[in-house]
C-alpha cells in the first residue's frame, strides 16, 4: 500500500506565498520522479513542477520564477514553495510519485485559492 499525502495550501492574498509538502509512504520502493500539478475548475489538470531522485527540475512557464521544487530523497517527501501568487494560480494542488518499477502514485489534492 502507498500513501502520497499533500499538506499546507488554503486562502492566500495575490502577491502573497505559501508552501505545500508531500510525503509518501509504504511500499514505494525507490522513487524516480516526485512533482506537483494542479486542477482550476472547468479545465484539465496540468503540470507544475517535477524533480528527479539526482535534483533535476521543470517547471511550467507559467510559474518559472514564481514557484521553486525541491525534495528529501531519504524522506520521500518533496515541496513547492510558491510566490508571488495570482489569482490564476487558484487550483486543487496534487502531488505524483513515480518510482523506478513503474509505479505512478497520486495524493488526494489540496486547495489553494487566490484572492484578488
Known amino acids: 500500500q502507498v500513501q502520497v499525502v499533500e499538506s499546507g495550501g488554503g486562502l492566500v492574498q495575490a502577491g502573497g506565498s505559501t508552501r505545500l509538502s508531500c510525503a509518501a509512504s509504504g511500499s514505494i520502493f525507490r522513487i524516480n520522479v516526485m512533482g506537483w500539478y494542479r486542477q482550476a475548475p472547468g479545465k484539465q489538470r496540468e503540470l507544475v513542477a517535477t524533480i528527479t531522485s539526482s535534483g533535476r527540475t521543470t517547471y511550467a512557464d507559467s510559474v518559472k520564477g514564481r514557484f521553486t521544487i525541491s525534495r528529501d530523497n531519504a524522506k520521500n517527501t518533496a515541496s513547492l514553495q510558491m510566490n508571488s501568487l495570482k489569482p490564476e494560480d487558484t487550483a486543487v494542488y496534487y502531488c505524483?510519485?513515480?518510482?523506478?518499477?513503474?509505479?505512478?502514485?497520486w495524493g488526494q489534492g489540496t486547495q489553494v485559492t487566490v484572492s484578488s
Open positions: 505524483n510519485a513515480q518510482n523506478f518499477v513503474g509505479g505512478d502514485y
